[in-house]
């Protein structure tokens, strides 16, 4: 069996359990299922490894623990940052940094990443840089509706995803403008 480079289709729902409570927390339907190519790493390695051992058209519902999916929750990611670092033209940007708002940030080496806003304070944003699902085990049940060999061209538009160029959404249908109303994906 391939490890690289199959073009996977699966619908499911995602749950995590906090304390005995289920919660549902995402859900890609069979109309818009999530689409991915292995053994480009743009999917949790635990996901990749359940999903592979499986074909079209089976079920599954197996459960990642925390510590293979996004690991323990650490309250040392918790950082106040300057305001100055949320500034467009040398003012506050108000507008986008507001409590829960998810920001994208930029690490010295030019690694991006996101974090969500705790906190607005007067000469700091406080920020929390854990993934949203850090200290969660992720329970995925749902169907494989597609998996086969990747063509040329699927493999192409994931490096050119990858690489920033592109539709967001993960097809080609649009442009690289989602915005623009011409991806089925996107609207």
Known sequence: MATTNKYINVA???????????????????ERP???????????????????????????????AKNKAYGEYNDEHVIDLPKKVFEIDGHFDKEHIVVDAVVP???AEGHRFNCSVVEV???????????PLAGCD??????????????NEEI???????NGEGCSCGCDSCDGDCEKGGCDHCH
């Open 105 to 107: 940030l930029m690490d």
């Open 121 to 131: 304070k007067e000469d700091a944003v406080t920020v929390d840089l854990n993934h």
């Open 156 to 162: 192409e538009g994931m490096v050119n995803r990858m």
């Open 34 to 64: 999530f689409q991915f190519i292995t053994g480009f790493g743009t999917t949790l390695e635990a996901f990749e490894e359940e999903i592979l051992k499986l074909n079209k058209g089976d079920h599954f519902d197996f459960t990642i």
């Open 12 to 30: 499911y729902k995602l749950y995590t359990d906090d304390e005995g409570e289920r919660e549902l927390i995402e859900e890609a339907t069979t």
């Open 138 to 151: 992720l329970n995925f049940v749902g169907e494989v509706t597609e998996s086969r060999e990747a063509t």
